[in-house]
């Protein structure tokens, strides 16, 4: 039944990378990009975990939590260039 | 592995895919860069928490003994969640993007990008 | 010169250091101690100065107000997003704040992107408006209270600011 289930998890985690990778081409703004690759490191933490579950292996754990950090600071750090990109702020 | 522990794994395991798949349906289905913004905050939160509940109560069992760094990874996305959402929305100010015809209070946008205090016209205080 | 300068932040470092290994062996024990005597004494010097918290009861009491809150609020956002779009009436609403400290109006900031129906935007200036979006838009007035009474005032409660 697990598995069954992790396939079924992972079929809608994947509808939902390729929505975000829908958005992320598609724009319209910078600020749209952002959002879908913010999104896209979320789905990704979930993917890892969930092949950690389906391996039954402890390893990927680390992996998450540092796709979880680079997220952020990427997100973080676009943001700030964009702001700070402008003599105004 | 236990039944009953199958049974909660299974069923975290499917609100956390449903919520992530909302929260990304809800990015690509919304029409403006304002509202698209709610969905990942916390459609794609509450996902990632199911998940991660799910993967702790898994590695708890197969090491034998409780396993609750997973919620280190739920902690940290609590906290920078709001984080990266406000920047995001600075940002899309910054670049003064068009908010759907619809939304109420657009004359407030201007304000909000200089970081003034608004007219005492639009607050209803 | 004191043992522990920052109590709270030596505690989060233990623990955190603890969770990161994954196990609780008198080696792992004996290493967090040592991190959790050493980090804050060498970054003690460097920090800004935050408002303390008056009020640890009431502080457990928010945070577990909060995570219902986001529980509730995630179902309805997701019921919002696939529910008809034509009849979502987005729009920014100004809340007036009177926190003092920035690290209040970060936790309240923080609490309202989390919460129903609402992404926080900005700041003003002087510390006195914040600047919100909300998903679906009713009642202006009805939001601004409901912020204020539920989520700023816990928050002056504990900081006592």
């Known amino acids: 039944m697990l598995k069954i289930t992790i396939t079924i998890v992972a079929v809608c985690i994947c509808i939902a990378l390729i929505l975000n990778l829908w958005r992320l081409l598609k724009g319209p703004t910078i600020s749209d990009r952002i959002l879908a690759l913010d999104t896209m490191y979320i789905n990704a933490i979930a993917l890892i975990l969930l092949y950690g579950i389906y391996v039954e292996s402890a390893l990927y754990f680390e992996a998450a939590l540092l796709i979880a950090m680079l997220g952020f600071v990427s997100t973080a750090a676009l943001c700030k260039y964009l702001l700070r990109g402008d003599i105004i702020e | ?125 | 010169m004191k043992l522990f300068p920052m109590p709270f932040h030596s505690l989060l470092l233990f623990v955190v250091w603890l969770l990161l290994n994954n196990s609780i062996s008198a080696g792992h024990m004996v290493l967090a101690v040592f991190f959790a005597i050493t980090i804050p004494l060498l970054v003690n010097s460097m920090r800004d100065e935050h408002p303390k918290i008056l009020k640890p009861w009431l502080a457990i009491r928010y945070i577990l107000m909060v995570l219902k809150d986001i529980l509730t609020a995630n179902v309805e956002v997701a019921l919002l997003i696939i529910g008809p779009i034509k009849k979502l009436t987005p729009g920014f609403v100004a809340i007036p704040i009177n926190i003092d400290s920035d690290l209040g109006i970060t936790i309240l900031a923080s609490t309202v992107s989390l919460t129903p129906g609402t992404v926080s935007a900005e700041v003003s200036k002087d510390k006195a408006w914040l600047y919100v979006h909300s998903l679906h838009l009713d009642d202006e007035a009805e939001l601004i209270k409901s912020v204020k009474q539920r989520y700023e005032k816990p928050i002056k409660e504990i900081f006592g600011c």
Do not use: W
Not at chain 2, 20 to 26: A, D, E, H, P, V
Not at chain 2, 28 to 44: E, F, G, N, V
Not at chain 2, 62 to 70: A, D, R, V
């Open chain 2, 1 to 125: 592995m236990p039944f009953y522990l199958e049974i909660i794994i299974c069923v975290s395991l499917l609100i956390g895919g449903i919520f992530l798949l909302i929260g990304s349906y809800g990015l690509a289905r919304l029409p403006d860069i304002y509202m698209r913004l709610h969905s990942p905050t916390k459609a794609s939160t509450l996902g990632i928490t199911g998940v991660l509940v799910a993967s702790m109560i898994f590695q708890s069992h197969l090491k034998g003994f409780l396993s609750i760094q997973e919620f280190l990874i739920t902690l940290f996305l609590l906290i920078t969640a709001p984080v990266a959402a406000n920047m995001i929305a600075k940002t899309a100010l910054h670049y003064r993007t068009k908010p759907l015809e619809k939304t109420q209070n657009q004359e407030l946008m201007e304000t909000i990008r200089n970081r003034e205090t608004p007219n005492q016209s639009h607050d209803q205080q």
